[in-house]
């Protein structure tokens, strides 16, 4: 399977203790999202990178989150001392830049997401 | 925030055409409209883009008005399976903003 691979599928966690998710994008693509979706709700963006460079991320993203991408490749997403309220599917998606300038964003391709609970 | 409006629901008899409506008054030249829908506990699925023209793939057709304030996403022959929320967002180059979508009902 060449598309978006995200691990692990389902998280369960006590609040207080740290979680980390791992994305593996589509290979040649250069970018990288973090979306966070609660339910009933459209996906929230929280964070992109271009390669290795983190280059936005929402106010969502409190200082207990924090997200890498080392070699530009796979990306984690770490979550520490857990909150209720973090519980969600995080989602994770891969795009590669087009368009007349290289600007562009071409299509996205997200994973299944990671399915966080905690209690 | 979302730069779209779309209606929350729409209900469409399988073999129809589903006809879902966005509007996107303060889209800029250079920005896309995209669409994605999401089917129950699975991850977004892009269907199709476009700048100014009318755009048609194997899933779906993409009419954008000439002035460029609302598109409409055509599913030709609606089935059940396409039962799913569906997504319009309008990007350039950052990240993709969803809205809460509109959530289509295909009935048998």
């Known amino acids: 399977d060449t598309g978006v691979s995200q691990d692990p599928r389902h998280k369960i966690t006590k609040r207080g203790q740290n979680v980390t998710f791992r994305c593996d994008p589509i290979?040649?693509?250069?970018?990288l999202y973090w979306y966070r979706q609660t339910l009933g709700q459209g996906p929230e963006f929280l964070t992109y990178?271009?390669?290795?460079?983190?280059?936005?991320k929402s106010r969502l993203l409190s200082d207990r989150f924090s997200a890498e991408r080392p070699k530009g490749s796979f990306s984690t997403l770490e979550i520490q001392r857990t909150e209720q309220g973090d519980s969600a599917m995080y989602l994770c998606a891969s795009s590669s830049q087009g368009g007349l300038f290289r600007l562009v964003n071409t299509e996205a391709f997200f994973g299944q997401g990671t399915r966080l609970t905690v209690v | 925030d979302a730069k779209t409006t779309q209606p929350p629901s729409m209900d469409c008899a399988e073999g129809r055409a589903a006809n879902l409506p966005c509007n996107h008054s303060t889209i800029s030249g250079n920005e896309y409209v995209y669409w994605y829908r999401q089917i129950h506990s699975q991850g977004p699925q892009y269907i199709i883009h476009g700048l100014k023209n009318n755009e048609t793939n194997e899933m779906a057709s993409l009419i954008i008005t000439e002035d460029r304030k609302s598109s409409t996403l055509i599913l030709p022959h609606a089935t059940l399976r396409d039962t799913a929320v569906y997504y319009c967002?309008?990007?350039?180059?950052?990240?993709?903003?969803f809205g809460p979508g509109t959530r289509l009902s295909v009935l048998p």
């Open positions: 967002i309008v990007d350039y180059g950052q990240n993709f903003v």
């Open positions: 290979s040649e693509h250069n970018r």
């Open positions: 990178f271009q390669n290795e460079a983190q280059l936005e």
